[in-house]
Structures are given as structure tokens and as C-alpha cells.
């Protein structure tokens, strides 16, 4: 299978999740930000890639997100590109910590390329406000961890909660 297929089906799940969420307009929370992704395998090989992510989150308690990192993998270049969908248990969550679960595809170049699924759960500092960090821990492509920063525009009239 060419490496142009492969990515065919992540694209098609993101547009198919990602669309419907845009098109509520300005009921649509959107995040930005950047990324720090570690993986490991059992065999030893380590990776780390970095980069930025973005995500649109309804007024609800769901999320669609894409990340893109480049990086090294056992001292060769990589990058990998992820789409996943989260579920936030505290989606208004202000000044307190809020734990999200999260699934979706992962699509490695370079060193250990191939395609993975993902598997995890992370806790995000004040998910209704503006900004934040958020840390995961989980699997795909071997274990992961994730280190993020967030920003977050929100439709008028977002009210979080303490």
C-alpha cells in the first residue's frame, strides 16, 4: 500500500468529525497550540517530536484534534501526524484540573514509520479557560507521552465554571 493511501482514511475521519463541528460556527470552541509527544518501545527505541496542535472542541464535552511534530527517533529524523477524538469530563473547568480520554490513528514517516492506533488519558489545567497545559499519557506507535500548552478562543457567552 503506497504512503499516499495510508493517510487517506485519517483524513476522511477528521473532515468527517471536524466538519460538522466548524459548522456550528460560533458555538465552536477553538484550541491551538503546541506539542511534545515521547514515545517508547519495548525494544529500547525512544522518539520525541514536537510541534504544533489544534483542535475544535463543541460546547459539549467532545473534541476533534490534529498534531503534527518532527523529531528524532532513535537517532534518526521523523515526524508523526496524529488525529484523535476526546471526551472531557470538566470541559468548564476554571483554575482546577480536568481529566480527558481520548482515541484515534497516527501516521509515522521517516524512522518507525507506519500507522498506529492511539489510546489514552490526560489531564488538562482549566479546560474553560483561555489558556492552559494539559499532560497525557498513553498508547500508539509504543508509549506515549505528551506535553501541550493550549490556547482557546470561545463563542460569547462561554461561562466556566469554578
Known amino acids: 500500500m503506497s504512503h499516499r493511501r495510508t493517510g487517506a482514511p485519517a483524513l476522511l475521519l477528521f473532515a468527517l468529525i471536524a466538519g460538522p463541528l466548524a459548522a456550528q460556527g460560533g458555538s465552536t470552541i477553538v484550541e491551538w497550540g503546541l506539542h511534545g509527544t515521547f514515545t517508547a518501545i519495548d525494544s529500547g527505541r525512544t522518539g520525541l517530536v514536537a510541534g504544533p496542535w489544534v483542535a475544535l472542541r463543541t460546547l459539549g464535552s467532545a473534541r476533534a484534534v490534529a498534531s503534527l511534530g518532527v523529531g528524532t527517533r532513535s537517532g ?17 473547568a476554571a483554575g482546577r484540573v480536568g481529566v480527558y480520554a481520548g482515541g484515534g490513528l497516527a501516521g509515522v514517516v521517516g524512522a518507525g514509520k507506519g500507522g498506529y492506533l492511539l489510546a489514552y488519558v490526560g489531564v488538562e489545567r482549566s479546560p474553560g479557560l483561555s489558556r492552559g497545559w494539559s499532560l497525557e499519557a498513553g498508547l500508539g506507535g509504543g508509549y506515549q507521552l505528551r506535553a501541550a500548552f493550549h490556547w482557546r478562543r470561545f463563542p460569547p457567552g462561554w461561562r466556566p465554571r469554578k
Open 76 to 92: 534518526a529524523a521523523t515526524g508523526r501526524g496524529q488525529l484523535a477524538l476526546e471526551y472531557l469530563l470538566s470541559p468548564r
